[in-house]
């Protein structure tokens, strides 16, 4: 009995945890009127089943191209920019170049930056750069400013850190220049901590908002959350639309969670040691 | 041809503590084509460096390095036609064991035909035919190091590279892969510089050994050549286990021969008489100077009393049956020696034995300078 | 310098272009203007037109009640959420750090809400929060009868907006720290916690005189980008309260996205944008203070 009590409370408190997420689920698939009903809560079985809100969610927060925005964003960001950070983290860690700690030192200054500060001056460089007019510049305006990140650059600069000199010497013996050696013998040395980095990047620019708030004022180039907070603020005010569009908002990721949890391998970053 | 000739070669460097470190000291060598030669010493001798400096790994502070007649202190390591072997394999660990094997010669750009046949050529000489689609890590030490081996074989270099090769493994594994890197170089031909601290691998696997010390040449000679005549004190304790004994003490004229006087300080008690015909006119003269009278184990014989004129007298420390022969640790005065001696016998420790010499076998140095005292001197760079 | 390590170094710059190109493109030179205009008052329409003021813009936040209760309402929220939520993940993670494979599945559960995105949570929790109306009610007023205390209107009262918006994000944020936590209590070698018990200690002293020293930079880490991220706060009361009731939730960033696009006032929001970045400064210096770089 003693070994179950751990056993109870811990399936109680996830239950609970979760409650939120359980209750948003089942209340997609419920009909407007029953969604603020008391009885409604606790009858999670009983009540009616409809798929009217998805239908009006689709419709009216343009679900489709939404979604589409979404990922487009979010995969230009993660495969676009492992590949500019890897490439400056390599050369800071192995590339013997006159000036790279002073360079490397302005790069970490830069890591505690948050975008808040200069999301309003960086809307200004947008706009001057002509990434607001037009779907694909528009686009090109929600993944540019996310490419190159310090933080992602000071990061994998440790992994690469940790690679056996012997290993380098070796390609260096085969004949490899420097692009090979990264490319070949560096960046596949470093696997876990390349999906740690698009694991973090995933997660973070999926919810993005200040940024698209501020850049996507077209509505061909709405993400889905910018989508689904017009539908929270425009009337008619559709409680089991909102629900379903924010069901939908997050289904991709949910996806990709037992993909993404077996990655998240969280570093002490301040150390680097894993 | 592969001839590797290095003249003068020095590398130094600030070290910690901002002080210049000379790791390699003007040193000459020169590896004859297609000879397998051992760069042995204690760590921190410059063995390492020295090789590293051939492989283009290191920078070179002065002197030259050259292969096959060309002066490569500027070249590139792909471009100097070498190949190494390192200490703790370095194998790409994302890769197959072809494509560890296959990828010096993907970068050169080899057609696929013949990166093939040169691979499977190598896999098959090392047994390694089984192996080709598995990853490093799902390997053992002693295949890891033969698919490194296989790395450099494919790429057909002038010169191979070794350093320290069997440091990683076990025991066992060891002494296999010792046997299959000596029938490699048999089979190949090639040339081949092999650096360990190891005396063993240096004897059974060299052509011929660079004893090294301090950044310095110590001495270079076939095997038996540094076994039988060690050019000074290092040399002769390194080489040979268990080491060589020292005694100190002087020769002495007395009667037409001549007796060796051990040192008071170590109240050793040696009673030696050696006649003239085993002593160099040299080291006739030099009775009276202070030397170090050198003996290896297996020229020391357990004799069942004192005999006059031929014994030593020690104590027995600790008998060590190693099968096919004893050791015995004996301590005659304050000087220890060790003795090789037939397996039969009882030993207790604190016993009193006596044991006689070959006085054929005898070596002398000078205390100060660690120079064997020969008919002639010899140079400290040898070639 | 040896010669393949030069023709390596050669190499450097087509590694290191595109990121510091992009680098000082969207975050240096930004941060140059941002820096450059909070001593003007230059406008959101026209910021080209504009005259130098000097500290003025900054003078002028400090005295300006708004911006201080801006700063007040984050600094409110993230005393209320630090320190229960570190607190919190940290005990979690204790809890949750057994090797049983079964209770992956458990560390997993709280891990969910972080997964999902705050804008979706920010929606939800406004839907949960709904205040009693005849019969109709969000969950957590639902659940409170259920257990027969009273409701509320959450995000409407002007005492519990600020909590409620703290405890959904405590709630969402908890699973990513526990799971720091729970990486650095892996990191704890098992001889510390033999050498303790052996030496008569029990649980909760081992986690006090043991845990907590060994984990001492990580608990320093983790408080402090909790921290950061606390200040960073937005999206919750853009969505949930639009910095209401009374401007009780109006947070700092917030504070300065209105003065933006409402105020149109750039110098000055460039000026709250900087003292926010030397607010962050300042707590990351805190951080490497606190942090000892001994490690055992």
Not at chain 1, 129 to 148: D, K, N, Q, V
Not at chain 3, 255 to 260: C, D, K, L, M, V
Request: aromatic share 10%; glycine share 6%; proline share 5%.
């Amino acid at each position: 009995m003693k070994r179950l009590l751990p056993w109870v409370l811990s399936i109680a408190a996830a239950l609970l945890f979760l409650a939120p997420l359980l209750w948003m689920l089942r209340a997609s698939f419920s009909p407007e009127t029953q969604i603020f009903q008391p009885g409604f809560a606790g009858g999670i079985f009983h009540g009616s089943w409809t798929l009217q809100n998805y239908a009006d969610a689709w419709r009216r927060a343009a679900l489709g191209s939404a979604m589409l925005n979404s990922l487009l964003q979010v995969a230009g960001i993660v495969s676009v920019g492992l590949l500019i950070n890897t490439l400056a983290a390599y050369a800071f860690a192995r590339l013997e170049f006159p000036g790279r700690e002073l360079l490397f030192g302005v790069v970490v200054v830069l890591i505690i930056l948050p975008v808040e500060v200069i999301a309003v001056p960086l809307f200004f460089t947008a706009r001057d750069l002509g990434l607001t007019a037009g779907y694909g510049p528009a686009m090109a305006g929600l993944i540019a400013p996310f490419l190159a990140k310090a933080f992602n650059i000071y990061f994998l600069r440790q992994h690469f850190l940790t690679l056996p000199i012997e290993l380098e010497e070796a390609a260096v013996i085969d004949g490899a220049g420097a692009w090979q050696q990264f490319w070949n013998v560096a960046l596949p040395s470093i696997r876990p901590a390349l999906a740690t980095v698009v694991v973090l990047d995933l997660l973070t620019h999926w919810g993005d908002f200040l940024w698209p708030l501020m850049i996507s004022t077209r509505e061909e180039t709405r993400t889905v959350q910018i989508s689904l907070a017009n539908l929270f603020t425009q009337p008619p005010i559709q409680w089991g639309a909102i629900l379903a569009c924010a069901v939908m908002a997050t289904l991709p990721v949910l996806a990709l969670f037992r993909w993404l949890q077996r990655y998240i391998v969280i570093t002490d970053s301040r150390t680097g040691i894993k | 041809m592969a001839q590797v000739v290095i003249e003068n070669l020095t590398k130094s460097y600030s070290g910690k503590t901002g002080a210049n470190v000379v790791a390699v000291n003007r040193i000459n060598l020169t590896v004859n084509d297609r000879e397998f030669m051992v760069l042995v010493g204690p760590s921190g001798c410059g063995k390492s460096t020295t090789l590293r400096m051939i492989a283009g790994l290191e920078e070179i502070t002065a002197g030259t390095v050259s292969i096959d007649g060309r002066v490569v202190n500027d070249v590139l390591p792909k471009d100097r036609d070498i190949a190494m072997v390192f200490q703790n394999y370095a194998l790409y660990p994302h890769m197959s064991v072809y494509e560890n094997m296959a990828f010096g010669l993907k970068l050169r750009k080899l057609p696929k035909a013949e990166i093939d046949q040169r691979v499977r050529e190598a896999a098959a000489m090392l047994g390694l035919e089984e192996l080709l689609d598995r990853k490093p890590k799902a390997l053992s030490g002693g295949q890891r190091q033969r698919v490194a081996v296989g790395r450099a074989i494919v790429r057909k270099p002038k010169v191979f590279l070794f350093d320290e090769p069997l440091s990683n493994l076990d025991a066992k594994s060891r002494v296999s892969t010792r046997t299959e890197i000596s029938k490699l170089h048999e089979r190949l031909g090639a040339t081949m510089i092999y650096v360990t601290h190891d005396q063993v691998e240096a004897m059974t696997m060299g052509d011929r050994i660079c004893v090294m010390k301090d950044g310095q040449i110590m001495q270079v000679d076939e095997p038996l050549a540094l076994y039988n005549r060690p050019a000074n004190l290092f040399v002769a304790g390194f080489i040979g286990s268990p080491a060589m004994n020292f005694f100190h003490g002087s020769l002495r004229a007395q009667n037409g021969e001549f007796r060796f006087d051990s040192d008071k300080s170590t109240g050793a008690k040696i009673d030696l008489v050696l006649p003239r015909s085993t002593l160099s006119s040299n080291l006739q003269s030099d009775s009276g100077k202070p030397m170090v009278m050198g003996i290896r184990p297996e020229n020391l014989h357990l004799e069942k009393a004192a005999v006059a004129g031929k014994t030593i007298e020690a104590k027995l420390e600790l008998a060590e049956p190693m099968g096919a022969e004893t050791y015995l640790h004996l301590q005659t005065g304050s000087t220890p020696f060790t003795a090789r001696v037939a397996p039969t016998g009882r030993h207790e420790p604190g016993q009193t034995v006596y044991v006689s010499v070959d006085s054929d076998r005898l070596h002398f140095f000078d205390p100060t300078t660690g120079e064997a005292l020969r008919q002639s001197p010899i140079h400290r760079t040898n070639r | 310098m040896t010669a393949w390590k030069k023709s390596y170094a050669r190499a450097a710059p087509w590694f290191l272009l595109p990121a510091l190109i992009l680098l000082s493109l969207f975050v240096v030179w930004p941060l140059v203007r941002a820096s450059l205009w909070s001593f003007t008052n230059a406008d959101l329409l026209n910021p080209a037109q504009k005259q130098w003021v000097g500290a003025g813009n900054y003078g002028g936040l400090l005295a300006d009640a708004q911006f201080r209760q801006a700063f007040g309402n984050t600094a409110l929220f993230a005393l209320l959420v630090v320190p229960i939520q570190v607190t919190l993940a940290f005990v979690l993670a204790l809890w949750v750090n057994r090797p049983e494979p079964a209770w992956r599945w458990l560390r997993v559960v709280f891990f969910v809400p972080t997964v999902v995105s705050m804008p979706v949570l920010a929606v939800l929790w406004t839907i949960l929060y709904q205040p009693a109306q005849r019969t109709e009610m969000g969950l957590i007023n639902v659940a409170l009868t259920t257990v027969g205390l009273p409701t509320r209107a959450w995000l409407h009262d002007p005492h519990w907006a600020l909590p409620a918006l703290a405890f959904m994000s405590l709630w969402q944020g908890v699973g990513l720290q526990m799971m720091i936590f729970l990486a650095g209590l892996q990191g704890v070698p098992a001889e510390l916690h033999e050498a303790s018990r052996i030496d008569g200690a029990n649980a909760f002293q081992r986690v006090v005189h043991v845990i907590i020293p060994a984990l001492r930079n990580t608990i320093v880490f983790v408080v402090t980008v909790t921290t950061i991220l606390a200040f960073r706060l937005f999206v919750q009361p853009y969505l949930m309260t639009h910095g209401g009731p009374a401007n009780r939730t109006r947070s700092l960033i917030q504070s300065i996205y209105e003065t933006t696009f409402l105020g149109q006032e750039l110098g000055r929001a460039c000026a709250a944008a900087i003292l926010f970045l030397a607010w962050v400064g300042l707590l990351t210096l805190l951080q490497r203070y606190f942090s000892r770089e001994d490690r055992a």
